[in-house]
């Protein structure tokens, strides 16, 4: 596992080149955001013992496989930490797939169930030490996001990928991690771009690919084209 420090409070911890977890200085502790793939408990625990940084708290930005499928391998080394995620996400991670009647998007795939269960189940703008939880749903029905209030960081999951540049969810590529194929409302994905690009981050750092610093620009960019590739329906 790759460790990359991007700043004095987030560390970018990085399977295979192309998978993303992060932990989050605190205080007196730090939060890990993701749990990445099968395997990873391990390199995860192994990282916060020499970082110094002991897990206290683990936030999942969605049920994806490759953001949980090491969630029950963590607390059973971590049995006191706090687990929390966007309540409507909370289901997945029970194995129920069912929509509500409201939501509109392409077959649900790629999540997994858990044994664990979450302590905390999140709304929009909810705190969690140092980060407030920001709803960003189209990549799936309850995906959210990170906003650390100290320093602009935004650990955004996969509401973008920056593989090969800057590229908002439900976009059209050819280039894992495929984010058209894999995101379940593209609508949504555009309208939470935008939503994501309006809190100025200073930084953005996503679940596939390198973190930004002032990603401004180029989410500007990211945006249109998501916006291009599928119009807001809702405005008119």
Not at 105 to 119: E, N, Q
Request: glycine share 8%; net charge positive.
């Amino acid at each position: 596992m790759q460790i990359v420090q991007e700043s004095s409070n987030l560390y970018r911890l990085t399977r295979f080149g192309i998978i993303n977890c992060f932990l989050v200085r605190e205080e007196d502790s730090s939060t890990l955001i993701d749990t990445n793939v099968t395997g990873s408990s391990e390199p995860i625990l192994l990282a916060q013992k020499n970082l110094g940084l002991p897990i206290r708290r683990i936030l999942l930005t969605h049920a994806h496989f490759d953001h949980v499928a090491s969630l029950d391998r963590l607390l059973e080394k971590l049995p006191e930490a706090d687990v929390s995620v966007g309540e409507r996400e909370a289901r997945f991670l029970q194995g129920d797939f069912s929509l509500e009647p409201n939501e509109r998007g392409k077959r649900l795939f790629g999540f997994l169930s858990v044994k664990t269960k979450v302590t905390r189940k999140l709304s929009d703008g909810q705190r969690v030490g140092s980060l407030r939880a920001i709803a960003s749903p189209g990549h799936t029905p309850g995906h959210f996001s990170y906003l650390d209030i100290r320093d602009g960081t935004l650990i955004a999951g996969d509401a973008f990928t920056t593989q090969t540049g800057l590229v908002a969810a439900g976009v059209f590529s050819w280039v894992f991690p495929f984010p058209a194929l894999f995101s379940w409302n593209p609508e949504l994905c555009a309208r939470s771009a935008a939503k994501l690009r309006d809190l100025k981050p200073d930084r953005l750092a996503v679940g596939h690919g390198k973190t930004l610093v002032s990603p401004g620009a180029a989410m500007d960019r990211a945006t249109a084209l998501a916006f291009q590739q599928h119009p807001d329906r809702s405005t008119h």
